[in-house]
């Protein structure tokens, strides 16, 4: 299975100053305090006194570090937008203001936590120069790792709210959870929201992937909770939280369950139809009914100074996991949770069939069943394992662009997916196939944990392939089952026990990267001498570019 890639390539947001090179260590969070990044503003003047001895030197010194920033900043013009990259995994907002304040006014920060870079906007550009002058002339230090910075190819980081104004805000934040391998209700964001401040209503919606409103009473609230939570993960290593401001400043909420609540309404419970209101439990749902092994919530810690002093929160929150499939299929929508099965439409009438579905969704989780629907051309419904993994796949593959066609991957309202009405694909292939038993399934296995649940990207990690093949070999079966062709390859260095080969593939965007993996993954090698096919397996890599 794929091992993590450390480091971001240079693709991403601007370019890099030639000086800067990427740290490559992750040392855990821990805030620095600004009166040791402080540093004195350069003198634009100096008497005859300070132009002797070590005075004169410093001078030169600083007129040499601004003719080298002068130098290099043809590479990408100025800007108030900041790009800043090398940040550890443990980074949130409130570190980079604490940090790059004393630079200027800083009016938004969007992180990519992901790619461990953030866009930092200042108030003028002589402030962002100042911040890109510096971090090119000594180390700055973020969270006790050395980050770097460049001018971004924006002019301006583009928010969600009102575009027309750079100070807009609102007491109502809207939370992407991004990588969201465990399920988030309402009550772990409750608990991850509200030691800022306190939350009045709360919102979950997956249309497109899971996001979230947090409504907090007062704006001073909604800023401080951006700051402390915007890139922390809600639990370790996934689940990361982008927090935006939202459009609406208020939040409307119908009913109190996993999907939205009202905290101001405590009373507020959900009506079934035809059963009359249901009785308040004073202690909730028992955690043992039915429900599987509880995992530890990470909220902020005990010493952020955004926590509120006089509440006290539980370092330790549990969450409740998807009713096991072996449950009756009687039992009510309400307690099954969302829908194991994904709907997917936009699909090339002539290019798609059951097994391609298959080698893209199984990326997110087990695949049972797909279904191709007779009655809306170019949609089908997949059913996966569990409710979490059509999360994920929602998440990473709704909008990707498939065979000139974009993917629209939503939850269905249907439970499973029954084969009734199978007909011919137009490449003769069935419209309806069962998964469930085929071993190409990656989450069933003692090490499903190496499984990297990564959105599409250009580079392709393969693995699992015959040891004597190579890359004339590999282009000519990208041409044989007219798959996109790779430009770069990159093979791993093999342990000496090892019987298989693992490397990488770039292609020249991420739409081929998709069809490649779409129609070559799984395919069997046979080779002399070996009585058992090799299936090469494909996924996508972490890395931007070889």
Excluded at 102 to 131: H, N
Excluded at 319 to 324: D, M, R, S, T
Aim: charged share 25%.
């Amino acid at each position: 299975m794929e091992e993590k890639e450390s480091g971001v390539g240079e693709g991403g947001e601007g370019g890099f100053y030639r000086s800067a090179k990427r740290a490559r260590t992750e040392e855990e969070a821990g805030a620095r305090d600004l009166e040791e990044g402080e540093e004195k503003e350069e003198e634009t003047g100096s008497t005859e006194e300070d132009a002797a001895g070590s005075g004169c030197t410093d001078s030169r010194n600083r007129r040499s570090a601004r003719k080298d920033f002068m130098k290099d900043s043809h590479l990408i013009p100025p800007s108030p937008v900041v790009h800043v990259r090398g940040l550890c995994d443990a980074v949130v907002e409130a570190d980079l203001v604490e940090v790059l304040e004393k630079f200027g006014t800083i009016c938004y920060v969007m992180m990519m936590p992901f790619k461990r870079q953030a866009l930092v906007e200042f108030d003028s550009l002589e402030s962002a120069e100042r911040c890109v002058m510096s971090g090119g002339s000594e180390p700055i230090f973020i969270a006790n790792q050395q980050a770097f910075f460049n001018f971004s190819t924006s002019q301006r980081i583009t928010r969600p709210t009102n575009a027309d104004d750079p100070t807009s805000r609102n007491k109502v934040l809207l939370l992407s959870i991004q990588n969201p391998l465990y399920p988030i209700s309402t009550d772990v964001l409750y608990t991850v929201c509200n030691p800022v401040g306190n939350v009045l209503r709360i919102v979950i919606f997956k249309r497109n992937g899971i996001q979230a409103m947090v409504e907090y009473p007062y704006l001073e609230d909604a800023q401080k909770a951006k700051m402390a939570l915007n890139g922390a993960d809600i639990y370790s290593g996934c689940c990361t939280l982008k927090i935006e401001y939202a459009r609406p400043n208020r939040l409307n909420v119908v009913r109190n369950d996993t999907s939205s609540w009202d905290y101001t309404k405590p009373f507020l419970l959900h009506r079934d139809r035809g059963k009359g209101r249901q009785r308040q439990a004073i202690l909730g749902e028992h955690p043992s009914n039915g429900y599987g092994p509880h995992c530890p919530l990470l909220p902020l810690p005990p010493n952020s100074r955004y926590r509120r002093s006089h509440e006290h929160v539980p370092e330790l929150v549990s969450y409740k996991q998807l009713v096991p499939k072996t449950f009756p299929s009687t039992l009510p929508s309400t307690v099954l949770g969302s829908s194991s099965v994904a709907m997917v439409s936009g699909l090339h009438p002539n290019k798609m069939n059951c097994n391609r579905l298959f080698n893209l969704f199984c990326l997110y989780g087990n695949v049972e069943k797909v279904k191709f629907m007779k009655s809306v051309p170019g949609t089908a419904l997949v059913e996966m394992a569990d409710e979490y993994a059509v999360d994920r796949a929602v998440t990473h593959l709704n909008g990707t662009k498939v065979f000139g066609k974009k993917l629209n991957v939503c939850v269905s309202r249907q439970q499973a997916v029954i084969p009734s009405q199978v007909f011919e694909l137009a490449d003769g292939s069935s419209s309806y196939q069962d998964f469930s038993l085929t071993r190409n399934n990656r989450f069933s296995s003692t090490h499903s944990h190496r499984n990297i649940i990564q959105p599409p990207t250009a580079v392709l990690h393969f693995y699992n392939a015959p040891p004597t093949l190579n890359q004339q070999q590999l282009l000519k079966f990208c041409s044989e089952h007219d798959a996109p062709a790779f430009t770069k390859y990159k093979v791993f260095d093999a342990k000496p026990s090892s019987k298989t080969l693992s490397g990488l593939l770039e292609f020249d965007c991420k739409a081929a990267a998709v069809e490649a993996l779409i129609v070559l993954n799984h395919h069997q090698f046979r080779i002399a001498g070996s009585s058992n096919p090799f299936t090469i397996k494909l996924c996508f890599s972490t890395s931007t570019h070889l």
